[in-house]
């Protein structure tokens, strides 16, 4: 079945380490997106891909980086540089603006 | 800039009673508007879009929302709740304004929903 995988489903950081959340797809869509989810704050967008070897800085990309080179993967990098880093992180996908995104099931992320 | 208000961030109902969770949003463009359901440590699924097509739209699970342009309203009903209903729930506006092309969604930021027996 078609979808999107995020991994992994738990992780833990250390104070000044970096991780990567993976991020892949299997749906064939070129746009892919990265959001940050925190209480009572809805979903809040860190960086999107429209096309393979490019991407674009969302509203909150201070303290990330992300890279796309491969269409099928879209993997997010939390740098030292993030401040307040514990939230939970939903990947997205889509084919275009009237169909919706379709999301991962998400990665919780949590500074020890 | 495009932006929405879910008017309530809880909302409890009786089993087998209806539900209304409440949404305006503020758009420059033409939007398209959708509705996403969270279950705890989940994912978002898709219960319905509005496209700019019929101003009433049925989702899944029994779910359905109206358009009114005039009260910038998107507010989504179920006219029994069942238990399985209990999640958070978002009202999103979509616009084609991303630099590079493509579409942003915006987050309400989410209506729990309790149903009790």
């Known amino acids: 079945d078609g979808g999107i995988t995020q991994s992994p489903k738990y992780l833990f950081r250390k104070e000044g380490q970096n991780v990567t959340l993976s991020c892949e797809q299997n749906?064939?869509?070129?746009?892919m997106y990265w959001y940050r989810q925190d209480p009572g704050q809805g979903l809040r967008l860190i960086y999107y891909?429209?096309?393979?070897?490019?991407?674009q800085k969302g509203d909150i990309a201070e303290g990330y980086s992300v890279s796309r080179e491969k269409k099928e993967s879209f993997p997010l990098t939390v740098t030292s540089a993030q401040k307040n880093p514990t939230a939970f992180y939903l990947c997205a996908s889509s084919i275009g603006v009237d169909y919706g995104y379709t999301f991962g099931s998400g990665t919780r992320l949590t500074v020890v | 800039a495009q932006s929405v208000t879910q008017l309530d961030s809880h909302v409890s109902v009786s089993e087998g009673t209806p539900v209304l969770l409440r949404c305006n949003y503020s758009?420059?463009?033409?939007?398209?508007l959708f509705w996403y359901v969270q279950h705890p440590n989940k994912g978002l699924q898709l219960l319905l879009k509005y496209t700019s097509a019929a101003t009433l739209v049925k989702g899944i699970n029994g779910f359905e929302a109206e358009f009114k342009k005039s009260e910038t309203s998107f507010h989504l009903t179920k006219p029994s709740a069942h238990m399985s209903d209990a999640a958070e729930y978002f009202c999103v506006v979509s616009d084609p304004i991303l630099t590079g092309g493509g579409n942003k969604l915006t987050f309400g930021t989410g209506t729990q929903l309790k149903v009790e027996l």
């Open positions: 758009s420059s463009y033409s939007p398209s």
């Open positions: 749906l064939n869509h070129d746009a």
């Open positions: 891909s429209q096309i393979v070897n490019d991407f």
